[in-house]
């Protein structure tokens, strides 16, 4: 069992930045794939970005070139850098861990970014 614990989320004026942290309770060597997705009211949740154990980072087309994920396995973190953000960015976001087969989500933290 993997427990997921996101920080960061908040409100701020388009072109801004935010930091979402995303705390493991195991150590995150042995998490295979951790992702942050987001969603709003009435859509589907949909991948932001995502690393590999080994480093492989993939990103939505939306939001490559801003958005940076990072992990830090000593301190059993995965990161989420947000520049530039844009209106559109607004929304829940999800913290995810893939471990073997499982799939565990934190309980979401809210960016509202504002035109």
């Known amino acids: 069992q993997v427990q997921l614990v996101e920080s960061g989320g908040g409100w701020v004026q388009a072109g801004g930045s935010l930091r979402l942290s995303c705390a493991a309770s195991?150590?995150?060597?042995?998490?295979?794939?951790m992702a942050w997705y987001r969603q709003t009211p009435g859509k589907q949740r949909e991948l932001v970005a995502d690393?590999?154990?080994?480093?492989?980072?993939n990103y939505a087309d939306s939001v490559k070139g801003r958005f940076t994920i990072s992990r830090d396995n000593a301190k059993n973190t995965v990161y989420l850098q947000m520049n530039s953000l844009k209106p559109e960015d607004t929304a829940v976001y999800y913290c995810?861990?893939?471990?073997?087969?499982?799939?565990?989500w934190g309980q979401g933290t809210q960016v509202t970014v504002s035109s």
């Open positions: 995810n861990a893939l471990q073997y087969a499982a799939n565990y």
């Open positions: 690393i590999s154990s080994s480093g492989r980072t």
């Open positions: 195991v150590s995150t060597f042995r998490i295979n794939t």
